[in-house]
């Protein structure tokens, strides 16, 4: 590494809850200028960030800061998996997942002085159907809400929250054929969730015991749900104890291949991807560098 390593920051300038602050300002303010020399762009469109990640990393900045909220984080990382390059991030959204799991203060300041005083580690990154996740990726009820979530315009976890007692009674579980280490089997599915990291984000836990550093996925089915298993899992991922209630199912794996009749959507990170009748979810070790406290 250079004797002052180049940072680029890379800012989402509509991401999560509005706010006056000033993330350019607060840079200069606080960025440790004797240690790092940097410099700051701004995405213009979806699909911006992985174009001007990649070129950083292939001019040889040593840090590349994703400032935004979860889909920021994922687009940023996209641009550089496998290279020598770390992520580090600004959390500016409203779930905030990859960066509550490498535990990174919320706030701008906070997050700025960790920056300065941060370490790079190697963490693992997932795949599916192609599209790479970092925290958590889905099929089924998850996935749904994904769908409508981003097409609301209130963001936050409030909002995230009403969406689901909304809609939870009228999603219907859909039958799927699931091969996980060599087993195959055929199930209900109201959600399949694969967890790279613990949590969705907003420290809802869908698999607390997830390590993002052991080359395996943490899979979460949910065969069937109702209204009375809906509050009780609800509670559970808020405290850490999801792995311990009889409505869900944990699998640790490195590669599941699930066949549906009827196509069902799916996510990545929280973004809603699409529909399939096939996928194909694997986990990538040890492939992405991160800056952490």
């Known amino acids: 590494m250079s004797l002052r390593p180049h940072i680029r920051f890379i800012v989402n300038p ?18 440790n200028h004797e240690k790092f020399k940097h410099d700051i762009v701004y995405t213009t469109h979806a699909g911006h960030a992985p174009e001007l990640a990649r070129k950083a990393a292939d001019k040889g900045y040593e840090i590349v800061v994703a400032v935004g909220g979860d889909g920021t984080v994922n687009e940023v990382a996209q641009g550089l998996l496998y ?7 600004l959390p500016k959204g409203s779930g905030n997942g990859l960066a509550r799991h490498l535990k990174i203060p919320m706030g701008l300041d906070g997050a700025l002085k960790a920056l300065n005083r941060g370490q790079i580690s190697t963490i693992d990154s997932g795949s599916i159907n192609g599209h790479a996740f970092f925290t958590t990726a889905g099929i089924g009820f998850d996935a749904y809400i994904s769908s409508v979530f981003a097409g609301n315009k209130k963001r936050g976890l409030q909002t995230y929250v009403e969406l689901v007692m909304k809609e939870v009674l009228s999603y219907k579980h859909l039958p799927i054929k699931a091969r996980i280490n060599d087993n195959s089997f055929d199930t209900n599915c109201y959600v399949m969730a694969f967890a790279n990291a613990a949590q969705y984000g907003n420290n809802a836990y869908i698999a607390p015991m997830a390590d993002i550093q052991d080359g395996l996925l943490d899979v979460c089915l949910v065969r069937k749900l109702d209204l009375v298993k809906a509050l009780h899992l609800s509670y559970c991922m808020i405290t850490k104890q999801l792995a ?12 599941v291949k699930v066949e549906t009749e009827e196509p069902m959507m799916f996510h990545a990170d929280g973004d809603y991807k699409g529909k399939a009748t096939d996928f194909e979810v694997e986990m990538k070790p040890l492939s992405l560098k991160v800056l952490v406290p």
């Open 14 to 31: 509509v991401s999560g809850p509005k706010s006056r602050v000033d993330v350019a300002a607060r840079i200069q303010s606080l960025l």
């Open 83 to 89: 290279s020598e390059t770390a992520l580090a991030i």
């Open 244 to 255: 311990n209630v009889d409505s869900a199912e944990y699998f640790k794996t490195t590669h």
